[in-house]
């Protein structure tokens, strides 16, 4: 896996902000309030600790939300073309390369079929909305879905010779299809290294009036400078994700950083909280009043002192 950089904490101060008791200085946890309203907190005055689940397509739990953020804007599929491409490995020097080449011809192959394309005495014209998933083999090679928004036929045979670099293959889909296809993910211990290795990587992608535009939004004036978020590769943002819980109070939700992976505290802490009537289900523990996350500190210091 790639370098982490930043992934420990400045200072073994707790910086979260709000109310949130930490248990001290010693805590040696980080964290930042989202201002998020959670309507799933409890009504009552206590504090519950859980997971940090992200908006991402190579999160398992995570692509819901991403999802959820589109879902109302998905068109009807009912019988529209679905086309996959693969790759052959020996045309190419690794899965990379093969990646970033195939990715322009496929947007080559889309502009020349808008424009209209003869094949066979016949011109074949799809100037219909389109959206493209990507997948990764096993292997760690890329293939790519793409469903067209129009029932007009395509020969198998013209994708073929325009693609040239794999198979193809041209069905017709269905909405329930669709969202499966939407919701498949490699998971993350097995993403391509050269995957892990990148910033940032476009899973899904649509082409303009496949996706329901959203509502138009009047552009807020502010005098506050424009903050840049710091740039990690997608392997140290999985890792990030992994040390990260969430506080909820009071409908807030709070992201607080661990040292180490959060899954690994709560393991320890999980059976004691259901002993206790603290833990709430789906990851979710109640925290002690008392005693804020101290307990969390010790066994975030006592698994680190492990490592040494």
């Known amino acids: 896996m790639a370098g982490h950089k930043n992934l420990r904490p400045t200072s073994s101060q707790a910086q979260i902000s709000g109310e949130v008791p930490l248990g001290g200085s010693h805590s040696?946890?980080?964290?930042?309030s989202t201002g998020a309203t959670d309507a799933g907190a409890d009504p009552q005055n206590e504090r519950t600790i859980k997971e940090y689940v992200p908006a991402s397509w190579f999160h398992p739990v995570g692509i819901f939300k991403v999802l959820r953020r589109i879902e109302h804007r998905l068109p009807n599929v009912s019988n529209c073309l679905f086309l996959t491409f693969t790759l052959a490995p020996l045309y190419f020097s690794n899965e990379e390369t093969a990646f970033n080449h195939s990715r322009n011809l496929l947007r080559k192959m889309f502009y020349r079929l808008r424009k209209g394309i003869s094949y066979e005495g016949k011109k074949y014209l799809i100037n219909a909305p389109y959206c493209i998933k990507v997948e990764f083999h096993d292997s760690g090679w890329v293939h790519y879905h793409a469903i067209f928004l129009t029932r007009r036929f395509l020969p198998k045979e013209l994708l073929a010779a325009m693609w040239d670099l794999g198979?193809?293959?041209v069905q017709r889909i269905n909405n329930d299809d669709f969202r499966y296809l939407l919701k498949y993910i490699t998971k993350a211990d097995d993403l391509p290294e050269w995957v892990k290795k990148k910033s940032r990587l476009r899973v899904f992608q649509s082409?303009?009036?496949f996706l329901t535009p959203l509502p138009k939004?009047?552009?807020?004036?502010?005098?506050s400078p424009a903050q840049h978020r710091a740039s990690y590769t997608i392997a140290e943002r999985l890792e990030r994700w992994k040390q990260m819980g969430v506080i909820r109070h009071k409908g807030k939700a709070q992201i607080i950083h661990f040292r180490v992976p959060f899954r690994d505290i709560f393991d320890h802490l999980v059976l004691i909280a259901a002993l206790d009537g603290r833990y709430k289900?789906?990851?979710?523990i109640t925290i002690k009043p008392e005693e804020g996350i101290i307990i969390w500190s010790q066994i975030q210091m006592e698994l680190l002192e492990k490592k040494q």
């Open 207 to 209: 082409s303009k009036g």
């Open 167 to 169: 198979w193809v293959k």
């Open 281 to 284: 289900g789906r990851g979710e």
């Open 217 to 223: 939004q009047e552009k807020k004036e502010t005098l």
């Open 28 to 32: 040696g946890v980080t964290g930042q």
